[in-house]
């Protein structure tokens, strides 16, 4: 029988979606599952946005431009004036999700074995997305003690090399919900245009910023403009995951044209997830402040009930909607299996990400876990608890 590819081989399971089986056999168990596994908003997607998809009177549902619908982008121009992120529609490039525009950047913009450095943890489809590539992810390390923030430029600089192509950061971040301040991104902006890199900035949480620290985008860098592509989507913001409307957005001309002959192979990005995304623009304030407002009390729920709980660390993520946990355990992956698998408390469970998968480095966050507080303060509060019983419960308990 034929062998699978080598890429095939290497393409990492997802760490957020690899113990949904257990999660199932637990539901039909009847097991109450409380998903702190993924950045799945529960919150109401803007009726704007339903009204557009609902008042559709089109007679063919056609392929729109390959870049994305221009009045579309010309209206995320406006969007991004009030980030202070000055566009034309012409830097904008519509993709399918976020994930897209990840992986239409290092398509257009690397070559087999070239190198990105990633600060660690990252999204773990990052990775999935360099060995599409053919290319490599190269991590500096960053530590829960240390709140996740990054190491000094030398630890950078120990990694750069003849194949280092690019940095990739994303910030606000997943999964630590760490915030780079002015200092760090300076940081990064003088290595970029030491060794001439590009700069991959993920930043689809940008509305998600709880401290006073101002949002530094990539794209507010001086003297790198040429460098940068930043990466965006409406999935958190809006709640809109499943309508899979991203943009790739750079001022560099060449990018734009390597990335549009991607753009054309896959013909269009989603029609009618367009048109949601293009109506969700005209979202009022109160929608945006609600939506803010609650992560903000769900970030305190959360990280409040992980300190109370003994032998449990967070630090208090600045941004995104995930913090990632220390726990008292001697292996996270066994112990968020064993909480599917072998563990219920009054019928209930917890659903979580084990932190290993967004870690490169071998034996890295073995205790740590990833947790989304996408779920309302009610049932964080009840998987508080459920999960202080089953670490009381678990038998490979550390402390």
Not at 323 to 328: D, E, G, M, Y
Request: with cysteine; glycine share 6%; charged share 25%.
């Amino acid at each position: 029988m034929p062998t699978i590819s080598i890429r095939g081989t290497e393409m990492p399971a997802s760490p957020i979606r690899k113990l949904a089986p257990l999660a199932d056999a637990a539901k039909q168990r009847g097991v109450h599952v409380f998903h702190l596994n993924i950045g799945q908003p529960d919150l109401p997607t803007p009726q704007v946005a339903l009204d557009a998809i609902r008042s559709i009177d089109r007679k063919v549902l056609e392929y729109s431009p390959s870049a994305g619908f221009r009045s579309y982008r010309e209206k995320l121009v406006g969007y991004y004036e009030k980030y202070n992120i000055h566009l034309t529609a012409d830097d904008i490039i519509i993709t399918s999700g976020g994930s897209e525009a990840v992986l239409f950047s290092f398509l257009a913009c690397l070559n087999p074995g070239d190198e990105i450095i990633v600060p660690e943890p990252a999204y773990a489809n990052y990775m999935a997305f360099a060995i599409s590539a053919g290319a490599k992810i190269r991590t500096v390390t960053t530590t829960i003690e240390e709140g996740f923030s990054l190491p000094k430029v030398e630890k950078f600089e120990e990694l750069i090399n003849e194949r280092t192509r690019a940095i990739l950061i994303c910030n606000p971040n997943n999964p630590t919900g760490y915030l780079y301040t002015r200092r760090e991104m300076n940081q990064i902006r003088d290595l970029v245009k030491k060794y001439d890199l590009f700069l991959f900035s993920d930043e689809v949480y940008r509305e998600f910023i709880y401290t006073g620290s101002p949002y530094i985008s990539a794209c507010h860098l001086e003297g790198i403009e040429q460098n940068v592509v930043l990466i965006d989507s409406v999935s958190k913001r809006y709640s809109e995951c499943g309508i899979r409307i991203g943009a790739l957005i750079t001022k560099n001309k060449e990018i734009r044209q390597a990335v549009m002959k991607f753009c054309q192979a896959r013909l269009s990005p989603p029609l009618i997830g367009q048109i949601a995304a293009e109506a969700s623009l005209d979202v009022d304030e109160e929608y945006m402040r609600d939506v803010y407002d609650e992560y903000v009390e769900r970030r305190k729920c959360l990280i409040d009930g992980l300190n109370r709980i003994p032998g449990v660390y967070s630090p208090i993520p600045m941004g995104a909607f995930y913090t990632v946990a220390k726990l008292p355990v001697d292996d996270s992956d066994k112990f968020c299996a064993w909480c599917l698998s072998d563990f219920q408390y009054e019928g209930q469970t917890v659903f979580m990400a084990p932190a290993s998968g967004f870690y490169t480095t071998p034996g890295s966050g073995r205790n740590e876990v990833r947790i989304s507080y996408t779920l309302k303060k009610d049932d964080l509060t009840r998987a508080l608890l459920v999960l202080q019983k089953a670490l009381e419960a678990y038998p490979g308990r550390t402390e």
